[in-house]
C-alpha cells in the first residue's frame, strides 16, 4: 500500500508540476502574442457610395493611384499614375540675379527691408512649377433598376483591399478592387451569388486631350499632357497644348469574364449575363527621367503598357490577388497598435468622424496611424523612376491642383516622410531620396549662377523636372535658402535607422555639396556671425519696434538651426566613413560662428527672428523656429532646457494648433511639438483638434477644402513619438503617452541605431519592452527617468521588465 500511495503521490505531483508549467508559459505566450491580427478595428467603411472625391477611398501601389467611389448605378475609381505631369525638362537659370545680389544684400543690413523686399521680387524670382495631372476615371454603369440594400464599402487596412457589397433585386453584388506593386495594376473583381446577373458597360475617360480605342475585350486611351499648366491660384484656366510637346499616356482596361459575353458598343464595353468579371487595368506615361523630354527621348509607354496587360490576362485571379498580399503584408504587418477599444470601432468612418468629440474614441488614433502607414505603402515605392508622395500623396482630381500638388520644400514634402523610419518603412524614404540626388544637378547650377557658390542649393519648390531656382510671386516663400539642407536631414535620417554604411558613402557626396554651398553664401552680420542673406522666416512677416512690417531679413533662426543640423550630420557621417577630415576640421571652424538662438529678453519666448520682432500674425499657425525641437535636436527638454522653455513659452502664446483647423503642416508641427516636449495632455488636445476639424469623410486631413496628406503623415509621425523617441541618443519609451490610452500595445516600432521596439502597458505604467538589435550597436533605454543599458549582439533581441 504505502508503494501505492508513494507512485500516486509521484504522479499527482508530476501533474501538478506539469499544469504549472503550462499555466506559466500561456501567461508568458500571452504576454508575448504579437497583434498582427488586429484586436480593434482596422478598416474604414461607409454604408453609402461616395459622393464626391473627400468621400472616395484611396488606393495606390506606388505609381498607380486610385480613388474608389463605389456607386451602384455608376461607379468611379478616379486614376492617377505618379509621372503624369504637364512640362518637360526646361532651363530656368536665373543669369543676372547675381548682379543685385550684393545690393540686397546690403540693403539688409542696413535694414531697409521694403527697398530689399522689392529688388528681391524684381530680380531674384522665376517661372512657377508645372502640375501634377489627374490621368482619367474607370467608369463602370450597372445595367440594373431597384434600390440597394445592405451596402458596404470597406477599406480591409490589413489586407490593402477595397471591398463594396450590396443586395440589389435579391441578388448580392461584390467588388473587390486593389492596386497591385507586383503587378503594375489596379484589379477590380466583380461578382454575384446567383449566375449570370453582371450586366454592365465600362469605359475609360480623361481631362486631358485623348482617344479612344477598343479592341479584343480591351479598352485603350492614349492621351498627351500641355506643355504648361498654370497654379490653381493664378485664376488662369487654360492650360496650354503645343505640337510636338507635352507628356504622352496611356490608359489600358482588359476584361475578363466567365459566363456571359462582352461587346462594344462606340467607346464602351458590355458585359451581359455574366457570373464573374474582372477588370484588368494598368497605365503609363512616356517619362523617361527627369532630364529627358517625354516626347523626343520618351519610352514606349504603349509597348510597356501591352506588356503589362498580356501578362495580366495570362494570370489566375488568385495568384494575383495573392501576390499583391504577399507584397502588401510584407510592409503593412511590420507594425500591429493597440491603443484600446471604442464603442465607435462599430460605426461608418464618416459617421465616427462627423460624432468625434474629444475623450471618446482612443482606438481612432491607432485606426489613423496604420491609415498613415497605409498611404506611404500606396504612394511611396522605391523603383526606376519613383516619385516620393507629392502635397496630395499619389492621388490628385483636377487639372490644376491644388498648389500644383508638387514638392513644397518649406516643410510639406518633408512632412510626408517624419513617420516612415519609426513607422517600419525606411525603404519607402528612397524615392525622397532619390528626389534629393536628382535636384543637386539643377541646384548645383542654381548655386553658382544666382549666388556664385560651389554645391548646390533647392529653394521652395520643386516639380518632376526637378529644377531649384526661386519659383514666382514673392520673395516671402519663393528664396527659402533651406530647402536643400532639410531633404539633406532626410538622407541621414535613413542611416541613423538603417546603419548602412553603403548608402551613406552614396548619399554622403549630397550631404557635402549642399554643405558646401552654405559654406561659400553665409554672410557676416553686423556683429560677425555668419547667417543667411537674404532669408525669410516660412512665409511669415515680422513687425520691427518702429512699427515696419516685412519679410526679407538675414539669419531667420530656422534657417540657422537647418543649416546647422547640415554641418553637424555632414561630420557625423565623415567620423562613421572615416573619410574627408579636412573638411570636418572647416565645418567645425564654421558651426562656431553660426548664428545662435537667442531668447527675448522681453518676453522670455525664442525668437523666431535674428532681431527681437513680433510677429506680424502671430496666430496663423506657422512657428518656423520650432524646426530644432519639431525636426532636429537642438532644442531638447533634457538637453536644452532653457531652449526648451523659452519655445514652450512661443507655444503657449502663439497656439499654432488653434489655426486652420489643425489640417496639414499647423496640426502637424503642433503635435510634434508637444510630443518632442513630453506634454502628453497638449498632444493629446491637438490629436483631438485634428480628428474634431480637420478630417474629410473618409480620413484624409482637410486644409483648406483640399486634401494635403502631409496633414495625415505629420500626425502620423506624432502618434510614433508619443510611443517612442530616440533623439538624444537614447531610446526613449512611452515619452509622451497621453492618460487616454492606460492600456496598449505596440509591435515593430523603429528606433535610430537599427533597433526595433515592441512594448506593453497597462494602467498607465509600462510592462514590458522587447528590443531587437539590427546591427548590434549599444544604447540606453529610458523609461522616464529609470535607464537600461542596451548591449546586444546583431539580431539578437532581449525583454526588459519595468
Not at 492614349?222 to 504622352?248: F, Q, T, V
Not at 558613402?505 to 550631404?511: A, D, N
Not at 488636445?685 to 503623415?713: C, M, Q, R, Y
Amino acid at each position: 500500500m504505502d508503494f501505492i500511495f508513494k507512485k500516486y503521490t509521484s504522479f499527482f505531483k508530476n501533474l501538478a508540476v506539469g499544469f504549472l508549467i503550462l499555466f506559466f508559459w500561456l501567461i508568458y505566450s500571452c504576454s508575448n502574442t504579437t497583434i498582427n491580427e488586429p484586436k480593434n478595428n482596422q478598416s474604414i467603411w461607409f454604408e453609402n457610395p461616395a459622393n464626391n472625391w473627400n468621400e472616395a477611398i484611396p488606393i495606390g501601389n506606388g505609381t498607380l493611384g486610385g480613388m474608389v467611389y463605389g456607386g451602384i448605378e455608376s461607379d468611379t475609381i478616379k486614376i492617377n499614375e505618379e509621372t503624369l505631369w504637364s512640362g518637360g525638362p526646361r532651363d530656368l537659370q536665373n543669369l543676372t540675379a547675381i548682379n543685385y545680389l550684393p545690393r540686397i544684400r546690403k540693403l539688409l543690413l542696413e535694414h531697409k527691408t521694403k527697398e530689399a523686399e522689392a529688388l528681391i521680387d524684381s530680380t531674384m524670382l522665376g517661372e512657377y512649377n508645372e502640375c501634377y495631372l489627374p490621368m482619367g476615371d474607370l467608369i463602370i454603369s450597372q445595367i440594373s433598376e431597384g434600390k440597394a440594400t445592405n451596402y458596404k464599402r470597406q477599406l480591409d487596412l490589413n489586407k490593402g483591399i477595397v471591398d463594396v457589397t450590396y443586395n440589389l433585386d435579391n441578388v448580392i453584388y461584390k467588388k473587390e478592387v486593389f492596386a497591385s506593386f507586383p503587378d503594375k495594376a489596379i484589379i477590380v473583381k466583380m461578382s454575384a451569388d446567383k449566375s449570370g446577373q453582371l450586366n454592365f458597360s465600362t469605359s475609360l475617360t480623361s481631362l486631358l486631350k485623348h482617344s479612344v480605342e477598343i479592341k479584343d475585350n480591351r479598352i485603350i486611351l492614349s492621351g498627351n499632357a500641355p506643355k504648361h499648366a498654370y497654379p490653381h491660384y493664378l485664376g488662369k484656366k487654360d492650360a496650354l497644348y503645343e505640337e510636338g510637346y507635352g507628356m504622352r499616356f496611356n490608359m489600358v482596361l482588359h476584361i475578363r469574364n466567365k459566363g456571359g459575353n462582352v461587346t462594344t458598343e462606340k467607346d464602351k464595353l458590355i458585359v451581359q449575363n455574366a457570373d464573374e468579371v474582372e477588370l484588368l487595368f494598368t497605365a503609363t506615361t512616356s517619362f523617361n527621367g527627369y532630364d529627358k523630354d517625354p516626347v523626343k527621348d520618351g519610352k514606349d509607354y504603349e509597348q510597356i503598357a501591352k506588356n503589362t496587360v498580356e501578362s495580366l490576362s495570362k494570370t489566375d485571379y488568385s495568384k494575383l490577388k495573392s501576390r499583391h498580399l504577399k507584397d502588401y503584408k510584407g510592409l503593412y504587418d511590420r507594425v500591429s497598435i493597440d491603443l484600446g477599444k471604442s464603442s465607435k470601432d462599430s460605426i461608418p468612418t464618416d459617421e465616427r468622424i462627423k460624432s468625434f468629440s474629444p475623450g471618446t474614441d482612443p482606438s481612432l488614433t491607432a485606426l489613423y496611424y496604420q491609415f498613415g502607414r497605409y498611404l506611404l505603402i500606396s504612394s511611396s515605392r522605391p523603383g526606376e523612376f519613383a516619385q516620393p508622395a507629392n502635397l496630395q500623396g499619389i492621388w490628385s482630381r483636377l487639372l490644376q491642383p491644388a498648389w500644383s500638388a508638387n514638392w513644397t520644400l518649406n516643410c510639406n514634402a518633408q512632412i510626408n516622410y517624419w513617420p516612415v523610419e519609426t513607422a517600419n518603412l525606411s525603404e519607402l524614404h528612397l524615392p525622397l531620396v532619390e528626389l534629393t540626388k536628382e535636384l543637386s544637378v539643377d541646384g548645383a547650377k542654381t548655386a553658382r549662377n544666382m549666388y556664385e557658390a560651389n554645391g548646390w542649393i533647392a529653394h521652395h519648390n520643386a516639380d518632376i523636372w526637378r529644377t531649384t531656382s526661386p519659383v514666382g510671386g514673392s520673395g516671402l516663400w519663393a528664396i527659402y535658402q533651406v530647402g536643400s539642407a532639410w531633404l539633406c536631414h532626410h538622407l541621414w535620417e535613413h542611416y541613423e535607422f538603417t546603419q548602412d554604411k553603403e548608402y551613406l558613402k552614396e548619399v554622403y557626396p549630397i550631404m557635402k555639396g549642399a554643405a558646401q554651398f552654405y559654406l561659400d553664401n553665409l554672410q557676416r552680420d553686423e556683429d560677425g556671425f555668419l547667417v543667411t542673406n537674404p532669408s525669410e522666416s516660412f512665409e511669415n512677416y515680422f513687425v520691427k519696434p518702429d512699427g515696419e512690417k516685412g519679410w526679407a531679413c538675414v539669419g531667420a533662426t530656422q534657417d540657422m538651426q537647418i543649416i546647422r543640423d547640415l554641418f553637424q550630420n555632414c561630420k557625423l557621417a565623415i567620423s562613421e566613413l572615416d573619410t574627408d577630415k579636412e573638411f570636418g576640421v572647416k565645418l567645425d571652424a564654421y558651426l562656431s560662428q553660426l548664428l545662435p538662438m537667442r531668447i527675448s529678453p522681453s518676453t522670455g519666448r525664442l525668437q523666431e527672428w535674428k532681431d527681437d520682432w513680433k510677429a506680424a500674425t502671430p496666430f496663423a499657425g506657422q512657428v518656423a523656429h520650432g524646426w530644432g525641437l519639431a525636426v532636429g535636436n537642438q532644442i531638447s527638454p533634457r538637453t536644452t532646457p532653457e531652449l526648451a522653455e523659452a519655445f514652450t513659452k512661443t507655444l503657449e502664446y502663439r497656439k499654432p494648433w488653434e489655426a486652420n483647423n489643425s489640417g496639414s503642416w499647423t496640426g502637424s508641427f503642433s503635435a510634434k511639438f508637444w510630443a518632442r516636449l513630453g506634454n502628453e495632455e497638449m498632444l493629446q488636445k491637438v490629436l483631438d483638434e485634428h480628428f474634431e476639424k480637420a478630417l474629410f469623410p473618409n480620413l484624409t486631413s482637410n486644409f483648406g477644402g483640399f486634401w494635403e496628406i502631409d496633414g495625415n503623415l505629420g500626425i502620423t509621425a506624432s502618434i510614433g513619438e508619443m510611443l517612442l523617441q530616440s533623439h538624444d541618443g537614447e531610446i526613449e519609451v512611452l515619452p509622451a503617452l497621453p492618460s487616454f490610452y492606460p492600456n496598449g500595445k505596440v509591435e515593430g516600432l523603429k528606433a535610430r541605431g537599427g533597433f526595433t521596439v515592441d512594448m506593453e502597458w497597462s494602467g498607465g505604467i509600462l510592462k514590458q519592452v522587447r528590443v531587437h538589435s539590427q546591427s548590434g550597436e549599444k544604447a540606453v533605454l529610458r523609461y522616464g527617468e529609470q535607464l537600461r543599458e542596451i548591449n546586444i549582439d546583431k539580431d539578437r533581441d532581449v525583454n526588459f521588465y519595468f
